[in-house]
């Protein structure tokens, strides 16, 4: 056996890591990638049986259960007619003529808009992916769980007309919250981990929502305001905001105790503690730009970033929830964060400029010319502030990890890329994006940048277990 090997045998493991592959299909690794157990093997595009249309699977979000014994797979299908084309890249414009009742969506940095599609419309931006999805066109989705021991079977708990956009398990694990986009609303249900239930419990437009710490309430947000709500019932607890001009975003404490309320008025957010019935205490931060923001875990503190003028970086700072200012932990813009789950550091992804990168600069690269949104990774020792921050990495992520970094507040209760131990990070990046296609893969490194990372293979997305 050589060093390295034994240097891997050695290796204390924490927790395991799911990963979807680039064909769509989900695996299990543990950080040093020598322990693999695939979990889907039935992705991919096939004939229906009538051979009139091709009709393609991907599972796209692993999210493991509160205490790991189980894995929630969100899968997406469609079924399109073999004569249409349905995926554009690379295009300076679409031009599109098609039957009312069409729609186009356009894949952005910001996520997946949507626009209705008329006889014959010229859209004249700069998109990076266009799906068209004509009219007849059948689109679905399922929600499955498994066991991370596997190889197993899956067991559907719930299947969907309309497109299921996010899904996120209770905190003491016997449901789950699951978001589905109709025409003109979203709808968020919650499903019983066995199948057994389910319960649509709110539906409007720009529709969030997260678990109070029982699992037994829902903070849930909507253009009419915001909302704690039974969550097995949907019936109105307490109304925290009625809606308003301000866009109003709400989370409940790790421990259920208090909310954090951000009211952006167009300028300036107002970030407000309050009690679990929405009872202002005080201030704890004024700030030009509409303000993202999270918990620390064990919820003295917020981490937040301030997204003016429409663009998606910020600084990074921290505010104590008993007392004081905002501190800053990192200057450079911001575009998503994940705390540690001993709250003791945070990783944060900066956008790169490649002609600002140091020729003595010793920071594993990853990013070259072609790189489509280089970026820089930091971990951050929160009581050090900002000269806490450690480069780690320079990368390209994914496109499916840069739609989580760019949701973050919304993704950070449902996935993490830290270790259990909070001492190693997974993070999926791209190579060749440039060169016509590009490959994603991902890669498994400490914290402290210390050792160079380690690429577990190919991958869109990497999510690592709780324990």
């Known amino acids: 056996m050589s060093e390295s090997q034994l240097s891997t045998f050695l290796e ?27 979990l889907t093997s039935d992705a991919g595009t096939a004939l229906a049986r009538d051979r009139s249309s091709a009709v393609s699977a991907r599972y796209v979000l692993p999210i493991w259960s509160p205490d790991a014994s189980r894995l929630a797979l969100l899968e997406l299908r469609s079924a399109q007619p073999l004569t249409q084309e349905t995926t554009l890249e690379g295009l300076l414009g679409v031009f599109v003529q098609a039957q009312p009742g069409s729609r186009m969506q356009e894949q952005t940095l910001g996520g997946a808009i949507s626009h209705d599609i008329t006889d014959a419309e010229q859209f004249a931006f700069e998109p990076r992916r266009v799906t068209l999805e004509f009219a007849g066109r059948h689109m679905s989705s399922a929600l499955y769980t498994v066991s991370p021991n596997g190889p197993g079977p899956l067991k559907e708990i719930l299947y969907s007309e309309e497109p299921i956009e996010y899904v996120d398990w209770s905190p003491i694990g016997d449901s789950l919250g699951v978001l589905t986009r109709g025409k003109d609303a979203q709808t968020l249900t919650v499903v019983a981990s066995d199948g057994s239930r389910r319960q649509s419990v709110a539906e409007g437009v720009q529709l969030r929502w997260n678990w109070n710490a029982d699992g037994e309430d829902l903070l849930t947000q909507t253009r009419s305001g915001v909302t704690v709500r039974k969550a097995v019932t949907g019936e109105k607890v ?84 008993a007392a004081g200012e905002p501190q800053l932990l990192s200057s450079a ?22 002609g600002l990168m140091s020729s003595d600069d010793n920071t594993p690269s990853a990013v070259s010319e072609d790189s489509a949104n280089p970026m820089l990774v930091q971990t951050i020792e929160v009581a050090q502030g900002a000269a806490g921050a450690r480069k780690v990495l320079y990368m390209d992520p994914s496109r499916r990890f840069l739609a989580l970094l760019v949701d973050f507040d919304r993704y950070n209760h449902a996935v993490t890329i830290w270790s259990p131990n909070s001492r190693r990070l997974v ?38 277990s709780p324990r």
């Open 238 to 321: 307490v109304t925290i905001e009625a809606g308003g001009d301000a866009s109003v975003s709400s989370q409940f404490s790790p421990d259920g105790k208090m909310l954090a309320i951000a009211r952006y008025d167009g300028t300036e957010t107002a970030l407000v503690l309050a009690d679990r019935n929405g009872v202002e205490q005080r201030t704890i931060a004024k700030v030009r730009g509409e303000v993202h923001y999270a918990w620390s875990p064990k919820g003295d503190a917020l981490a937040f970033i301030a997204r003016e003028d429409g663009r998606l970086g910020g600084a990074l700072r921290i505010v104590n929830t």
């Open 427 to 464: 993070v999926p990046f791209s190579v060749g994006v440039g060169q016509g296609g590009g490959v994603d893969y991902v890669a498994e490194m400490e914290a402290s940048g210390s050792i160079w990372p380690r690429v577990l293979g190919e991958g869109s997305l990497a999510v690592w």
């Open 333 to 354: 813009p911001v575009v998503g964060f994940f705390w540690s789950p001993d709250g003791t550091r945070i990783a944060s992804f900066s956008p790169l400029e490649l």
């Open 12 to 38: 204390a493991r924490s927790g395991r890591i799911a990963i979807v592959r680039n064909d769509g299909n989900v695996m299990l690794t543990d950080q040093t990638g020598s322990v693999t157990v695939t």
